[in-house]
């Protein structure tokens, strides 16, 4: 299925201040791994080489980012999908961002949400705006109406925002970013061939107890594209994205040789499988009876060509799907294993890949 061209970028910032979140890198990284999937979000990575940026990030580094990644999206005519995932709180009828080093005490080290959003909202060449807002009182984000209608663009664009709680409720534990994830996963019976905002909302709304979340929509561009998360994976006309179009007969083509020699040279530069040791705790996850069929190459690395296409065989579809669940059971979730699925997302693997260039 052809979809329109459609970036993400996850922002997931710690708070010194305030704790640490523990879920946030695991949930940021399942988050970005499912929107850069093809078969799930359809993104390729909102930056060069990531979709991904997370840790005790400072206002500065946020600000320039969502930016850059607004911009970006503008050159090229895509559809901008970003996550902004943490601390936050609601003052004075705006949402402020915590940062790295964000004190309640000092607005001017958060960041005003709202005004963030408005800008990237605005830009010129966008093809419509995600945001999904997991923070605390996220309901508070949404810019005023003026601030969409009164830009550069006098209104001409579409967005849809979904908010984990209303303007005066906690959020607790990224639990409305793993029900997104779960959703992105399992798909929705009789929503079609997308999941939208609207349906989004009243999926997640028993999972996130003691939590509103809402949504907003906006369409000043009747021609532009529609935002939504996700392909929905229980629609009845849904073909993953690497098989050939008569899918009725469950065949996958087979990994040519050019692209596989390219994805061994991305997979071992991810952690787990720099090393044997790494290699065999990744195997580890896998089938007893597909581990026994694998073997380890000489020298300290594993021999990758050799487990994609067991792999291959055993799932008839794309390898990654497992080695990606591997990676971050053993470890590997973060901007290394976002960097490769923004790779995967751009590489025909049944191709060669294009010669690098000396």
Known sequence: MTTPLRHALVVASQCRTMGELAPLEP????LVDLLLDPDAGSCRPALDGSGIIFGELDDEAIRTTVVAAAQYAGRHGATLVVAFLGHGFAQAGSLRMMTGRSRRT???STIRLNDLLADVFDEPGINGVLALVDLCMAGAGLPPAADLTQGNRSGRTRIAMLMAASADQPAYGLRFSQALVELMRSGVDGAGPFLHVDQITKEVLDRV????PSCATYNGNPYGAEPWLARNRLDPGFVPAVLDPPAAAGRARPLSPGALQHLTRLLVAVPPFSSFAGAQRVLARFPATLRDRIGAGAGPV???PELLRELEAARGQRPWLVLSDALRAC????????RLQGELARLDLHRDARPERP
């Open 331 to 338: 470890g590997g979730a973060g901007p290394e294993l976002a």
């Open 106 to 108: 000092s607005l001017l």
């Open 27 to 30: 949930t940021a990284g399942s």
């Open 209 to 212: 107890p003691g939590q509103d």
């Open 302 to 304: 594993l021999d990758v």
